[in-house]
């Protein structure tokens, strides 16, 4: 018999297609500027193929090897979580139908058009024809498939014209035209019409039938496959080849696994589809009808259009150098004396870049170990790792090689340090390393000290500037061997037992978090105040989500800010009625990881790299640290809290396991924390001029009525986007006014809401 799961759990991956979902919500939110909605809606489709390639992917495998997995929290089988995973993503293609309309209908008053061949003159359709087979035609192959034929290997995420063909004798067959080429452009301008585009691929779907002129045409649309890319360095294993060889042999094999996905941009017979998914090997379920484009990377050209009306962007912010960090002195020094907590992309990264500048040109430096999991391509933090190397230091660097789809990227640039003389590992075993860490150890006259760098986002220039994330710099002697022994056990190939202020993943991070639970729930019983905060990305940890529950029940106090996947429902009575959930989706990718247990002088604060994920927990090498320094305690609280009273872009996760709208401020002035956060940035900094437009963008991007005003919905005649949406509900009571949240207001998001590890 099927066991029943809980009523607070839900399943990862629909609750992963909800947070897709916010996403396009915001391409679609009026209050957010014309242009920076494009972004939000090819940013949907990113995640959505990446979601298609790694989660349907490894559901897929886990049922053609003939295991029965189900889920440990809602105990849906491979095949009922794949085949409700289907039947979503067709809704929301219905939803993204709407919304791309909506944008494009939008764009038509800022001199944006993109035009099917049916509203061109007959001498646009003249002129174009031409164009096709002087420009694109003699750059096609297309193909017909037969015995002779086989049907083609299909690339990942490539466009291809696909058309069914029949002879005079009566005989079907299907043709495949590649439509991705970069000999010809993707955006072709309509001769003597400025502003009127056409998209390559529609071009070649019109003229396709005289690339196949023996035969009659009985159906025609553009294709695309998305292909698995769940595939492990063991499946590749070569004794007798070098870890880095075996990656890039990994990367040649990911690039021709199976078919999970086929979209179709016009509907095809039953028949046609039929053989298409027997070619592809794929269930036939898995063909999706997708009424837009398959790829939506062309709106960054349209973007570029826009550029001279800037009220159709966000407001121009660029990270300010931190006020803790002065720039008369070395921050090796500044460390030395008092801890620094840097918040991106609020300030620069350029303090930790200006410490590790520092370290490789001083004398009394003699190593610098770091662990690196995703870096920027043309990376600062790499070049100064290779100035050290060749002024003498000892450089160490954990380069993660199988952080997916940076593969490639780290390959590289491990070379590129490994020829300036730095000494290279790859990760460790079964586990891979995702920690944020930095070592720098210094000779002194009585010995050794040390500077640890702990952080909560990658070593990468390009996403502090998009994601908000937290860096901890401290000259904690005790941090320091605690880093030195992570370091230790990495370099042999093992992993921390024991971590001392350090919680170190996987032997001592999760054991220690449910211990500062338990703490919480024993003050609970006593009659004390109780109280847990988390911001993460996700929450799927089982172990963790029972801990949570139990605390509720106990009655302790629980807050979550939760950018992603949260498969646990709050709200429930009796069972999570003391815990809220909210997820901030906006500007900025939310991914800072904070953890609180308590209130007051016994608060504890820690700073981690880690989700509540068990392949964070469990299958990771991951790090949190201590904050010990009250006012950088007081700044993480004003961060978290903040977050918790954003009603613009934070939405509430309530008891029917759907994300609600807020209003917790009166007189319709929403609070957006990533647009507080950077005013107070600006201040901090002395900027008082730019903080003051700050507040601007806040009125107009956030919440303000003149927006509203301003971005009128078009398409008259079809349904709203808001249709779609969740009806607004009345919160139960003591969920109204955010009041517990603790007094102050602030958060931000995700304009790049996709993978950010």
């Known amino acids: 018999?099927?066991?029943?799961?809980?009523?607070?759990?839900?399943?990862?991956?629909?609750?992963?297609?909800?947070?897709?979902?916010?996403?396009?919500?915001?391409?679609?939110?009026?209050?957010?500027?014309?242009?920076?909605?494009?972004?939000?809606?090819?940013?949907?489709?990113?995640?959505?193929?990446?979601?298609?390639?790694?989660?349907?992917?490894?559901?897929?495998?886990?049922?053609?090897?003939?295991k029965k997995v189900r889920d440990n929290k809602t105990n849906l089988s491979c095949k009922e979580q794949v085949r409700r995973i289907i039947r979503r993503v067709k809704h929301l293609e219905r939803k993204k139908q709407l919304i791309y309309e909506q944008l494009m209908g939008e764009l038509e008053p800022e001199g944006i058009h993109i035009i099917n061949f049916q509203k061109l003159s007959d001498e646009e359709q003249t002129r174009l024809e031409k164009y096709f087979d002087q420009a694109i035609r003699p750059y096609l192959s297309p193909m017909i498939v037969g015995k002779q034929q086989p049907f083609p290997f299909l690339q990942n995420r490539e466009l291809y014209a696909v058309v069914l063909l029949s002879t005079r004798n009566g005989r079907r067959r299907i043709g495949i035209v590649p439509c991705s080429n970069p000999v010809f452009r993707r955006l072709i301008e309509i001769p003597g019409r400025k502003g009127y585009h056409m998209l390559s691929e529609e071009l070649i779907l019109h003229f396709v039938s005289k690339l196949y002129q023996n035969y009659q045409l009985e159906g025609k649309s553009i294709l695309r496959v998305t292909r698995n890319a769940d595939i492990d360095a063991n499946d590749v294993y070569d004794e007798d080849m070098d870890y880095r060889g075996m990656m890039e042999q990994l990367l040649k094999k990911r690039s021709r696994l199976n078919p999970v996905r086929v979209e179709l941009t016009r509907d095809l017979n039953h028949?046609?589809?039929?053989?298409?998914?027997?070619?592809?090997?794929?269930?036939?379920?898995?063909?999706?009808?997708?009424?837009?484009?398959?790829?939506?990377?062309?709106?960054?050209?349209?973007?570029?259009?826009?550029?001279?009306?800037?009220?159709?962007?966000?407001?121009?912010?660029?990270?300010?150098?931190?006020?803790?960090?002065?720039?008369?002195?070395?921050?090796?020094?500044?460390?030395?004396?008092?801890?620094?907590?840097?918040?991106?992309?609020?300030?620069?990264?350029?303090?930790?870049?200006?410490?590790l500048q520092d370290a490789s040109r001083d004398e009394n430096v003699v190593s610098i170990r770091i662990t690196l999991y995703r870096v920027a391509d043309h990376s600062q933090i790499v070049d100064a790792l290779c100035e050290a190397a060749e002024n003498g230091k000892e450089v160490l660097a954990l380069v993660e090689l199988r952080a997916r789809f940076d593969e490639a990227n780290n390959i590289e640039m491990s070379r590129r340090l490994e020829e300036a003389g730095c000494q290279i590992?790859?990760?460790?075993?079964?586990?891979?390393?995702?920690?944020?860490?930095?070592?720098?150890?210094?000779?002194?006259?009585?010995?050794?000290?040390?500077?640890?760098?702990?952080?909560?986002?990658?070593?990468?220039?390009?996403?502090?500037?998009?994601?908000?994330?937290?860096?901890?710099?401290?000259?904690?002697?005790?941090?320091?061997?605690?880093?030195l022994e992570v370091f230790r056990c990495l370099l042999q190939g093992e992993t921390v037992r024991e971590s001392g202020k350090l919680l170190v993943a996987p032997n001592c991070l999760q054991n220690r978090i449910l211990c500062d639970m338990?703490?919480?729930?024993?003050?609970?019983?006593?009659?004390?105040?109780?109280?847990?905060?988390?911001?993460?990305?996700?929450?799927?940890?089982?172990?963790?989500?029972?801990?949570?529950?139990?605390?509720?029940?106990?009655?302790?106090?629980?807050?979550?800010?939760?950018?992603?996947?949260?498969?646990?429902?709050?709200?429930?009575?009796?069972?999570?009625?003391?815990?809220?959930?909210?997820s901030i989706v906006g500007r900025f990718l939310e991914h800072s990881r904070i953890y609180r247990f308590g209130l007051g002088a016994e608060e504890k604060i820690y700073l981690s790299s880690?989700?509540?994920?068990?392949?964070?927990?469990?299958?990771?090498?991951?790090?949190?640290?201590?904050i010990y320094d009250e006012a950088l305690k007081e700044r993480i609280r004003h961060i978290f809290d903040t977050?918790?009273?954003?009603?613009?872009?934070?939405?509430?996760l309530l008891s029917d396991g759907k994300y609600h709208d807020r209003e917790l401020h009166p007189l319709g002035e929403r609070l957006n924390s990533q647009e507080l956060?950077?005013?107070?940035?600006?201040?901090?900094?002395?900027?008082?001029?730019?903080?003051?437009?700050?507040?601007?963008a806040?009125?107009?991007?956030?919440?303000?009525?003149?927006?509203?005003?301003?971005?009128?919905?078009?398409?008259?005649?079809?349904?709203?986007?808001?249709?779609?949406?969740?009806?607004?509900?009345?919160?139960?009571?003591g969920r109204e006014s955010g009041a517990k949240s603790g007094g102050k207001t602030e958060q931000d998001s995700d304009s790049s809401s996709g993978r950010g590890d």
């Open 677 to 696: 956060f950077y005013r107070e940035a600006y201040l901090a900094a002395g900027e008082t001029e730019n903080a003051g437009r700050g507040r601007g």
């Open 698 to 733: 806040l009125r107009e991007a956030g919440g303000g009525k003149e927006r509203e005003r301003s971005s009128p919905l078009l398409l008259p005649e079809k349904r709203r986007f808001e249709e779609l949406l969740p009806l607004p509900v009345t919160l139960p009571p």
């Open 271 to 355: 028949s046609a589809k039929k053989k298409i998914a027997h070619y592809l090997r794929i269930p036939a379920s898995h063909i999706i009808r997708s009424a837009t484009p398959l790829d939506l990377s062309y709106v960054f050209q349209l973007q570029n259009a826009l550029r001279q009306n800037p009220s159709l962007f966000y407001q121009k912010l660029s990270p300010r150098p931190s006020a803790s960090i002065s720039r008369a002195e070395s921050v090796l020094s500044q460390v030395a004396r008092k801890d620094i907590l840097l918040s991106y992309p609020y300030e620069s990264m350029k303090g930790f870049l200006s410490m």
């Open 518 to 582: 338990d703490r919480e729930i024993a003050k609970a019983a006593e009659g004390r105040p109780a109280y847990i905060g988390i911001k993460i990305n996700s929450l799927t940890d089982r172990d963790i989500i029972e801990k949570l529950v139990e605390a509720s029940k106990a009655g302790v106090r629980i807050e979550m800010l939760i950018r992603g996947i949260s498969c646990l429902i709050p709200g429930i009575s009796g069972e999570t009625e003391n815990i809220r959930i909210v």
């Open 425 to 483: 590992i790859y990760g460790l075993g079964n586990y891979k390393v995702h920690s944020k860490l930095c070592l720098i150890t210094r000779k002194e006259e009585a010995g050794f000290s040390f500077i640890t760098q702990i952080g909560t986002g990658n070593y990468n220039e390009k996403t502090a500037a998009l994601y908000t994330d937290l860096c901890l710099m401290t000259a904690d002697p005790e941090i320091g061997r605690n880093a």
């Open 1 to 66: 018999m099927k066991k029943k799961a809980a009523v607070y759990f839900q399943n990862r991956e629909l609750s992963w297609l909800q947070f897709n979902e916010r996403v396009l919500n915001e391409a679609g939110n009026p209050r957010v500027p014309l242009a920076e909605r494009l972004s939000f809606a090819s940013i949907y489709q990113t995640n959505l193929d990446e979601f298609f390639m790694v989660r349907v992917g490894t559901l897929m495998v886990q049922m053609q090897s003939g």
């Open 643 to 652: 977050g918790m009273q954003d009603d613009e872009k934070g939405k509430e």
């Open 610 to 626: 880690a989700d509540f994920m068990t392949r964070n927990t469990l299958r990771r090498v991951e790090v949190a640290s201590p």
